[in-house]
Each structure stands twice: as structure tokens, then as C-alpha cells.
């Protein structure tokens, strides 16, 4: 009988499929993919690295920001958070702006105000001159940033950054890369939990990224 019993069980488990995917429980394939070819991080200690490739004219980046704020607060000393602007055409104004500021030490103190006169002035930063004439309105050095600008090291990047979105196999924005091994997106999250409502989107977002940092925590403690 207990024999019987359980051929039905593994029967009826055999029928059911694989399990749906779920934003609590997250499936490769699904929620999250992994890469083939993990990418080196940056030294944190025990820290899980995070990085959102984005673009500064972006709405959905632009809609994401204030949910992976409040989440990136939340993290505290766990995860060490940077951002990669992902390029859109070639020497891309939009990116080459990025790396001035990220040069400068610049990129998280104005990246609000960035989005703010992309969003909400609707002020178009499209070329060199856009960028150094909002830079100085925002009280930044001229020489200074046009001396960042300008500069070899800032240059190269950007000239690599397709390269380099190759390397993660990112293709839009806004990705969430965890560790150099898992991507997320919120378009990824949605295509496959066409049940979750628009309005809690972001919140099945971050459920997915809180399992890949856990993962990469585990992973890390082996």
C-alpha cells in the first residue's frame, strides 16, 4: 500500500511539470540568467557586487531609480553597488558624461540631478557641449571637468564599453548584474510572472535580487 502510494506521488509530481517561476523563488532560465563566463568583480571584501548597466535617458532606469535607492540603503555594508552606463551609439555623450563624473567622484551625487534634467526638465544632454554646460551650471569646476573629460583614462573606457557590454551580454537597460555571474532585469521578471501587477513589478525585481545576493553570499562562505 505505502508502495502503491508512492508511485502516485511520483506520478502526479511527474505530471505536474516544472515548478513555476516565482520571484521569491527564482529559476535560472526564467527570473535570472547565469553567465556562461563569470566577470571578474572588484575587491570588497565580503561584499556582493552589484551593478546596473543603465542609460541616463531611460524611462524605465529613470522609474527604477527610488525603489533600487531605497534597496541599495537597505543592503548596507552587504553589497558594494556601482553603476555602468551602457553606451547607445559610438562615443555616446550620455556615457562619456558618466565617466566624467565617475573620474570626478562625481557620478552618485549628481546622478539624481542627471535624471532630473533628463526626466523632469526634459532638458536633452545630447552632445559634449549639453554636458559641459550642464556640468557648470551644477557648480562643477570647469577645467576640472573638462580636464576629466578630455582625459586618457576616461576616453579608453568609453571607447570600450561595448566591449565591455558584450562581456556581460547586456543588451538593455535597466540589468541588474549580481556578482559577475547572475542578470536580472525587471522586463526578464515581468515576462515570466505575467501575473504580477505593473505596480509591484519593482518589489518582484528586488525579491529576485535579494536571492542572487544570498546566493552569491553562499557561494562566497563555501
Same mark, same amino acid.
Given at each position: ?18 515548478? $513555476?517561476?516565482?520571484?521569491?523563488? $527564482? ?8 553567465? *556562461?563566463?563569470?566577470? &571578474? ?5 565580503? %561584499? ?8 541616463? +535617458?531611460?524611462? *524605465?532606469?529613470?522609474?527604477?531609480? $527610488? *525603489? ?18 551602457? &553606451? +547607445? ?6 556615457? +562619456? ?5 565617475? *573620474? ?6 549628481? +546622478? ?24 557648470? %551650471?551644477?557648480?562643477?569646476? %570647469? ?30 537597460? $535597466? ?16 515576462? %515570466?510572472? &505575467? ?28
Amino acid at each position: 500500500m505505502r508502495l502503491l502510494r508512492a508511485a502516485l506521488i511520483a506520478a502526479a509530481l511527474l505530471s505536474a511539470g516544472p515548478a $513555476p517561476a516565482s520571484p521569491a523563488v $527564482p529559476r535560472n532560465g526564467a527570473e535570472y540568467l547565469t553567465l *556562461a563566463t563569470p566577470m &571578474p568583480v572588484a575587491p570588497a571584501g565580503k %561584499k556582493v557586487e552589484v551593478i546596473e548597466f543603465f542609460m541616463y +535617458h531611460c524611462p *524605465a532606469c529613470n522609474a527604477l531609480e $527610488p *525603489a533600487l535607492a531605497a534597496w541599495v540603503k537597505k543592503q548596507g555594508d552587504a553589497i558594494n553597488f556601482r553603476r555602468i552606463h551602457m &553606451p +547607445h551609439m559610438p562615443n555616446d555623450p550620455e556615457a +562619456h558624461l558618466f565617466l566624467a563624473l565617475e *573620474a570626478l567622484q562625481l557620478d552618485a551625487s549628481m +546622478h539624481d540631478k542627471v535624471l532630473h534634467t533628463w526626466h523632469v526638465e526634459r532638458q536633452r544632454l545630447r552632445t559634449d557641449d549639453d554636458n559641459l554646460a550642464w556640468a557648470v %551650471k551644477q557648480g562643477i569646476d %570647469k577645467q576640472k571637468f573638462l580636464d576629466a573629460y578630455n582625459s586618457f583614462g576616461v576616453t579608453t573606457r568609453l571607447r570600450n564599453l561595448d566591449k565591455l557590454m558584450n562581456s556581460y551580454h547586456v543588451d538593455s537597460t $535597466p540589468t541588474l548584474v549580481i556578482h559577475g555571474r547572475y542578470l536580472t532585469s525587471p522586463s526578464m521578471v515581468m515576462e %515570466k510572472n &505575467p501575473d504580477v501587477p505593473r505596480a509591484s513589478l519593482e518589489a518582484a525585481t528586488f525579491q529576485v535580487v535579494d536571492a542572487l545576493v544570498q546566493k552569491a553570499q553562499q557561494e562566497m562562505a563555501k
